[in-house]
């Protein structure tokens, strides 16, 4: 495992500085103040909150959109990909199916229910991929990957036609090359699918 020193707020550490005392203090905030919601809908929350760090008093405006969950379904090497409107860039996004956890369900049941209700495939056996925090500070969207080469086509057709314009299988090749040409470019898909890459896809 490679050391990291930890740097003062002025670029260095002194000659006789304690790193390990540094670090514990930056690393044990003091218990965060009240949350002051700015905003709330039924998809986010967004609030206002203060913390002490180190001495220092920070104020944070943090965006909540719950946990989330995805799926990376995989036939003979092809994984399945959906496309759909995204604002942010004014075009179509092709993407592993995922969304929202809902309710009282699971990740592991919400990335199931997303993929069928995106594309109408019924995904079994689902297998954990990776967790991870989509981001640390003003970004609260706690994050849950699956796997799985399980699944049957359901008799009716996805919940939500206008969501997703369609589905196709690409092989997992092709997927990482579209990451690199920027034509699979946001970050819940580019994690997901690299990981299954890096962990040797069938894993």
Not at 67 to 72: T, W
Not at 103 to 111: H, M, N, T
Not at 162 to 189: K, N, R, T, Y
Request: net charge negative.
């Amino acid at each position: 495992m490679t050391s990291v020193t930890l740097a003062t707020s002025t670029g260095s550490l002194p000659s006789d500085g304690d790193p390990q005392s540094l670090e514990s203090r930056l690393m044990s905030p003091e218990p965060r103040g009240p949350q002051q919601v700015i905003y709330e809908d039924r998809y986010q929350k967004l609030y206002r909150v203060t913390a002490e760090v180190g001495g220092s008093t920070k104020e944070y405006v943090v965006r909540d959109s719950g946990h989330r969950a995805g799926l990376v379904v995989v036939q003979q090497g092809a994984i399945l990909l959906v496309r759909q409107y995204r604002l942010l860039i004014d075009s179509l996004s092709w993407e592993i199916p995922g969304g929202g956890v809902q309710g009282d369900e699971s990740p592991e049941e919400a990335a199931a229910r997303e993929c069928t209700e995106e594309t109408g495939i019924v995904c079994r056996n689902l297998k954990p991929l990776l967790s991870y925090h989509a981001g640390l500070d003003t970004l609260c969207n706690p994050t849950h990957l699956f796997y799985a080469e399980d699944f049957v086509a359901s008799q009716g057709k996805h919940s939500d036609p206008h969501e997703v314009v369609q589905h196709e299988w690409v092989p997992l090749e092709s997927c990482v090359e579209m990451i690199f040409e920027g034509a699979i470019a946001d970050s819940f898909s580019i994690v997901a699918l690299l990981s299954y890459k890096t962990l040797g896809g069938g894993l």
